[in-house]
């Protein structure tokens, strides 16, 4: 069988070279990495470019060799006195393989543990300059970026589709030194001060007495926490809400949460909130969707984050800012921009595009690169400070002092990862994992023997300068500012911003995970919380739990509705969208083959699905299978095209096709078909007149028309609502 890389460009190959069927001999020099990957650029521990190639970083040479670099003859058999003797003591390389693996797993996040990563890089549009001194977002400046994407809640091994929050952290490797964007998909948090931090978080895990559930937020001690704690009403609602099953990490908002300050050149502050944008646009799963997921593709938004780059379809997010002026309340028009339970309706104060992001190479090695980088919100450049919201206050301290547990030492900043890329002389010395060689014999200030080195710098040599907020004289006291007590009002414009699908949903994911919820105190509470949301919202989820709904206990808000809170309504582009087609060997297979290249030629990823593996057709031009009846679900396409009617579409239908067929059909996945293909269509119990259902002409021509639909993301008229 011969490599099709080239002639079938499609993601998912695991090695740069294609394998020989039997085990190679001739030894040569390791693989270059496949042409989507990439490293850590190549700067030594004080942030001095080396101008080497990434690939000095990686193994060298031919032959294996202990970690000193001595070859080894034999790593399938240890040291033993005689072929059936004990093992001996003397064993070198025994020891060596088999400590390093026990050490092999670091402790992993507390939070955010399981994530994916990509490399790219940041274009400033210079629309900042005005009002921040930023050098990385000067105009066509071009900074090296490097982005993890994570759940929350769930351990390493669990499952990506879950509902959760999904962190959204990107490290700027600025010329200034590094700058992290540490945010997450929702724009606002469950507290309001970092000391509840851990409340929330041990209210979200896994119960400690049963270790379950695994990575998600339905049961007793997250909605005990979240319906005693008012505060976390909000970001919960954005949690039940689509925003909390993202479709791809490609087309998830990021959002720095906090409120920060930009300062110009001339040191005037302005108070900025950041937002990430996607190119794709915002898409969700539907429920039942990223459910089978977890089960049949656990890994699915890391892979489809790592195919799409491989594939050539690099996800791009524009930076944007809101922005508001600095006063002494730090209010904007009734809200308090210090309360990161609280958003600002973008109708209030629109995003303004600061610069461009494009993710375009993988990872080219997972540990090394997405688990051991390391984020922390008090890594700033000049231009950049923050702002007294008490849990970006807390977490300031929190960041620093997790890595030194996670990675070992005060060095982690030393990881080829997290290296930046300015020069370094800080005058920090020794501590584990040490790799900077120090030269001179004095890291102290103020010193002559080192001739006075390293000197301070001022504000016109780039210097890093808290800006001079006057601080209030006050009384110390545990207390919060009274505009933090509302805690429903944004909650309800969130809900009212909704259309009437998404309506449904929150109402659906309400009533899942409350009706998960064992004791009974918790879910009447629950319903308590959503009667001052919105009555209809608290009656739909109280009849799914066949409780009354009760009433609410104070007035309901009348925010103005905010419509770019929706997801729905928009046409996006369809870059990396996957498409299955579904073809055997008398499917029409010159028109499989022209619909390949048409999906190709737009951006998008084919993949044909076949009753077995291989190739289909003998004339000469086979078209390769991609994926088979026993391997592919509905989840992993975007849309499904149906090449004639495979198996004649007989009574007798692969019933492996009928569930794929029927779950994209309720999931509101766009649906074509020529070539007879209507009449497994109807054999699936598909109606060929619904909503987003495509027959007849050639299968350029249905393709043509699914693209359309694939704009909207899904075909929502086909979706019933009550709301």
Known sequence: MTDNRETQPIPGTPSSVPPTLEEPTEPHEPLPPKPDQSGPETVGPTGQPTGNDPARNAQSGAYLTTAQGARLYDSDHSLKAGPRGPV????????????????????????????????????????????????????????????????????????????????????????????????????????????????????????????????????????????????????????????????????????????????????????????????????????????????????????????????????????????????????????????????????????????????????????????????????????????????????????????????????????????????????????????????????????SLDGGCPFLAGADTGAFIEVPVEVAASRKVREAAESFDDHFSQPRLFWLSMSPVEREHIIAAYTFELGKCYEQAVKERGLKVLARIDGELCAQVAAGLGLPAPEPDGPLADPEPSPALSQIGKVWPVDGRVIGIVADKDADLEGVRAVCGAVQDSGMVPLVIAPTGGVIGEDGDPVTVQRTYATARSVEFDAVLIAGAPGDASPAVDPRLVVLLDEAFRHGKAIGSWAGGERLLSSAGVPLDAPGVVDGGAGTEVLETVTELLGGHRVWDRFPSAV
């Open 88 to 447: 001996l003591l003397q064993d070198h390389h025994l020891r060596e393989k088999i400590t390093h693996f026990d050490h092999e797993r670091i402790p992993e996040r507390v939070v955010h543990a399981r994530g994916a990563a990509a490399h790219g890089v940041f274009r400033g549009y210079g629309s900042a300059a005005k009002i921040s001194k930023a050098a990385f977002l000067a105009k066509d400046v071009e900074t090296p970026v490097f982005v993890r994407f994570s759940t929350v809640l769930g351990s390493r091994g669990s499952a990506d589709t879950v509902r959760d929050t999904r962190g959204f952290a990107t490290k700027f490797y600025t010329e200034e030194g590094v700058f992290d964007l540490v945010g997450n998909n929702i724009p606002v948090f469950f507290i309001q001060d970092a000391i509840k931090f851990p409340d929330v978080i041990h209210a979200g895990k896994p119960h400690p007495d049963r270790e379950i559930p695994q990575a998600q937020s339905a049961h007793d001690t997250f909605w005990d926490f979240v319906t005693l704690h008012s505060e976390a009403t909000h970001h919960t609602l954005w949690n039940m809400s689509d925003r909390g099953i993202p479709r791809s990490y490609r087309t998830m908002e990021g959002f720095g949460v906090h409120t920060f300050r930009f300062v110009n050149d001339e040191g005037v502050s302005t108070l900025v909130k950041f937002h990430w944008k996607p190119k794709l646009g915002v898409h969700s799963q539907v429920w039942e969707e990223a459910q089978i997921a977890c089960g049949v593709d656990p890994d699915f938004h890391r892979r489809d984050l790592a195919d799409a780059i491989e594939s050539g379809a690099f996800p791009q997010w524009e930076l944007g800012v809101q922005t508001f002026p600095e006063n002494p309340e730090q209010m904007f028009q009734g809200i308090d921009l210090l309360d990161p339970t609280k958003i600002v309706p973008e109708e209030l104060a629109p995003v303004q595009p600061i610069g461009l992001m494009t993710l375009d190479a993988n990872p080219s090695n997972y540990f090394a690169e997405t688990e051991q980088v390391a984020f922390h919100v008090g890594n700033m450049v000049p231009g950049i400070d923050v702002t007294n919201d008490a849990l970006l206050q807390g977490r300031l301290f929190s960041y620093i002092d997790t890595q030194l547990t996670r990675l070992g030492g005060p060095n982690f900043a030393q990881l080829p990862i997290n290296r930046t890329h300015a020069p370094v002389n800080d005058m920090l010395r020794d501590g584990m994992h040490q790799t900077a060689v120090h030269r001179g014999v004095a890291p102290y200030r103020p010193n």
